[in-house]
């Protein structure tokens, strides 16, 4: 972080501040790099929904170490290069980067309003690609709150299941998969169950490309974080 131009100790002990006053224990762990360079790799990624400066995604480019454009909570983190918060941003300005396909992560903080405002958000994102005939790709992970055990199903998670741009839809078994503390560096294994889900649009926009999003959950494994 002191690396980036006009950036201060000042200016990073606020960051810092900022962030430790939040929810702590997992509100909004990481998602293991692991994960994001296999779907980066095999499928592109250009912004990175839910993030912070403290854990976005870096990969190397030809040789030099490239920050995933990401936003993030805080309007002040633009300074550490975030776009913003996500509910913020303009979708329209992003897709003017003269691409036909753009790839989306969102990790929301498992509180179910931001949830259920971020499966909105990308409704709102894949009508505006639609509008201008844009493969756009999702991926959405979340806690399988899908009313087992009594409950009611949630909400976003109703939304997603039910949803036409639905691709693909993967349980990430309680035990069997792993988040990232990046404030303690060490990976959090969650009892609970995840949800992953893909959506595009490219029956929308004229595509008659077909993804494989079969292993689409790589990277989230023991094997992947603790080798």
């Not at 040789?63 to 918060?85: E, H, M, R, T, W």
């Not at 396909?101 to 498992?110: D, E, G, H, I």
């Not at 503390?181 to 889900?197: F, Y």
């Not at 077909?210 to 603790?226: R, T, W």
Request: with cysteine; aromatic share 14%; charged share 20%.
């Amino acid at each position: 972080l002191t690396t980036i131009p006009n950036v201060t100790i000042k200016d990073i002990t606020v960051m810092l501040l900022r962030y430790s006053s939040l929810l702590p224990g997992g509100q909004q762990w990481s998602i293991p790099d692991p994960w994001f360079d296999f779907i980066s790799s095999t499928y592109g990624l250009d912004l990175v929904a839910f993030s912070s400066p403290l854990n976005c995604y870096f990969k190397i480019d030809n040789g030099a170490l490239k920050v995933i454009p990401y936003c993030s909570l805080f309007p002040q983190d633009v300074i550490f290069g975030s776009l913003g918060n996500i509910f913020q941003l303009n979708f329209e300005s992003f897709l003017r980067q003269g691409k036909n396909r753009y790839v989306l992560t969102f990790n929301p903080p498992f509180i179910e309003s931001v949830l259920d405002l971020a499966v909105t958000k990308i409704e709102e994102f894949f009508n505006i690609a639609n509008k201008y005939k844009i493969e756009l790709i999702v991926f959405y992970t979340g806690p399988k709150w899908n009313g087992e055990g009594g409950f009611t199903e949630a909400t976003f998670h109703k939304r997603l299941n039910s949803s036409v741009r639905k691709k693909a839809y993967k349980i990430l078994l309680g035990g069997k998969h792993f988040y990232i503390d990046k404030t303690l560096n060490k990976p959090i294994r969650t009892d609970r169950d995840s949800v992953l889900v893909a959506l595009d649009n490219f029956n929308e926009v004229g595509s008659l490309e077909k993804i494989d999003y079969s292993k689409m959950a790589h990277g989230f494994e023991a094997v992947q974080l603790l080798r």
